[in-house]
Structure formats: structure tokens, C-alpha cells
């Protein structure tokens, strides 16, 4: 090690070859640190952005319904679910009293977007897959009469800024459709730039959290029963 040191100080060509060196891997150090922090920061202000641009709800009940509002009726309920088929399908069971109206009781919330972007589509789903189906009302007998389930319903028209839709959940009063941790719905939606979010809505509360972005594979375990369904063949997956 001496002999290479003392053969460097005196090749001074060596010397500011390795000095070139050595302060090039400093400076390429330094510019992909830079760059890093640069696309870091880029990144912050992009989602900043998108953030400040979303659409958002809120709970308005107390606005006046012109007649101009789109009008959502569903229809939310617990089940019994069993596996059959040598674990090869799922039959979803449901109260007898699922198909007479006369019995419901009723959850109306006018929902307004008071965000900075216009929603292409809104999906609301039932986020106890595991206890609670949610469908159109016109659909229940569809699903009770073939033991189906259904998690979601799609409501793909446009919900302009400063807009509303009204929401109307019947359900049978002895009916479990509440989480105790957890909110019973989640509102999920596309706005005009593209993004999915979600937010999640509290019915027995009456409250809306803020929207978060989320992926198409969360969407698709909110509005597919895929998933669901291979939990009910097998339990300890949820």
C-alpha cells in the first residue's frame, strides 16, 4: 500500500486521473441525489394538485329538490350465506320480508359535489361483504329469488360541479345493515380527470369522510363479488 502511495505522488498524470476520477463519481452522486429530490418534489406537487382538483360530497339535506335531481333508490339487507356444491358455489339467503316495500324503512341523503372536478360515475357499495348485500331496489328479487349477492350499484351519469343526486336506502328495521368500526357504505367515483377515490360514508352518523385516491384493483373488491365469494368458501381469508 506504501509503495502504490508513494507511486502515485510522484506520477502526477496518475494522481490527477484518479483526482478526476473520484470527483466524478462525487459530482454523479450529488445530480442523482438532486434528481431524486427533484422528481420527490415534483411528485408532492402533482398529487397536491390532483388533491386540490377532486370532487367531493357532502351531505346537503337541506337543499331544495327542483325536480332536476337524479333520484338513486336501493336497497340494503343481511344474509345468511352457505356454502354448497362441495365448496364449489355460495347460495345467499335472505328474510322473507325482503320484497314487501310496506314494510321499509327509508335513509334519504342528498348528496352534493362541491369539489373542483366534474364525477364521470359513482359506484355505492356495501363494505360489509362479509353480513350485507346492496343492489337498485328494482333488482332485490332478482337476487333473493336465484340466492345471489350483489355488493354495488353503478350510477353512470355525470355529476357536474356544484350538483347533487339523491340517494334513498330502504331497509327492513330488523335488518343488521351497521358496522360498528367501519362505515356501511363507501361512495367511489371517477371524476372528469380520470382518478378514482373513495369516500366513506357513515349512514347512522350521517357523515362523509374525505375523498382518497385509490386503485383499480380496490375498486374492483368494492364492486366485484370475486373476492368476496372465494372468502365465503373459504373463511380464513377475509
Sequence with gaps: MKEILNFINNNAIVASLITLFLSTLIQVFFR????????????????????????????DNNME??????HIHLFMTDFNAKVINNKTDVEFNYSKDVLNKKKYSHLKFYLKNIGNADINQLDICATAQKN????????????????????????????????AVMIDIAYLPDSKICNTFSSE????????????YEQPFFLQQKNLYEPRSITHKEYNIYTKPDTAIECFKNPWLW
Excluded at 434528481?35 to 370532487?55: D, I, L, P, S, V
Excluded at 363507501?186 to 380527470?193: A, C, G, K, N, P
Design 32 to 59: 442523482r441525489s438532486d434528481r431524486k429530490y427533484n422528481e420527490k418534489q415534483e411528485n408532492k406537487r402533482n398529487r397536491r394538485k390532483e388533491f386540490e382538483n377532486k370532487a367531493e360530497f357532502i351531505i
Design 65 to 70: 329538490d327542483d325536480g332536476t335531481i337524479p
Design 132 to 163: 350485507t348485500m346492496l343492489c337498485q331496489v328494482d333488482d332485490i328479487k332478482v337476487f333473493t329469488e336465484n340466492k345471489l349477492v350483489n355488493y354495488s350499484y353503478l350510477f353512470d351519469r355525470k355529476i357536474m360541479k356544484e350538483k
Design 185 to 196: 357504505l363507501v361512495l367511489i367515483f371517477r371524476d372528469s380527470y380520470g382518478n378514482l
